[in-house]
């Protein structure tokens, strides 16, 4: 009797697989009726055809969110307070080569350009 319960269970244990063909009609409508349930979130086109383009506009983001930080922690302030306000700076419009503040500025402002693309790429893209 024991050999008939322990073979019973191996059965009963083993799992059991069966290959569901859909029709692409058929497929559909199960996503849609998914979709409708709240299973599924939808994607972009982008999202959908090329992941890899979305995965690289987040990429893209990711580095220039890091690179920002690390150029504006570099960068000096210039507190110049009440005697900056008062007295004025003397700027020239005679525009020689620019100093390292000068282009840590230029190359802050490029790498915030690119992170506002790409922010609005990754929100597009339906990620």
């Known amino acids: 009797?024991?050999?008939?319960?322990?073979?019973?269970?191996?059965?009963?244990?083993?799992?059991?697989?069966?290959?569901?063909?859909?029709?692409?009609?058929?497929?559909?409508?199960?996503?849609?009726?998914?979709?409708?349930?709240?299973?599924?979130?939808?994607q972009s086109w982008l999202a959908l055809h090329a992941g890899w383009a979305t995965h690289a506009f987040a990429g893209i983001f990711i580095i220039a969110a890091v690179l920002l930080i690390g150029l504006l922690a570099v960068q000096t302030t210039k507190n110049e307070g009440l005697s900056g306000t008062i007295g004025g700076r003397v700027d020239a419009n005679y525009r020689g080569r620019l100093g390292f503040d000068g282009q840590i500025a230029r190359v802050t402002g490029v790498v915030a350009t690119v992170f506002v693309i790409f922010a609005t790429l990754v929100s597009l893209s339906g990620i």
């Open 1 to 42: 009797m024991f050999p008939m319960l322990l073979a019973a269970a191996t059965a009963a244990a083993k799992p059991v697989t069966k290959t569901l063909q859909l029709t692409p009609d058929q497929l559909k409508a199960l996503q849609a009726q998914a979709a409708q349930a709240g299973n599924l979130h939808p």
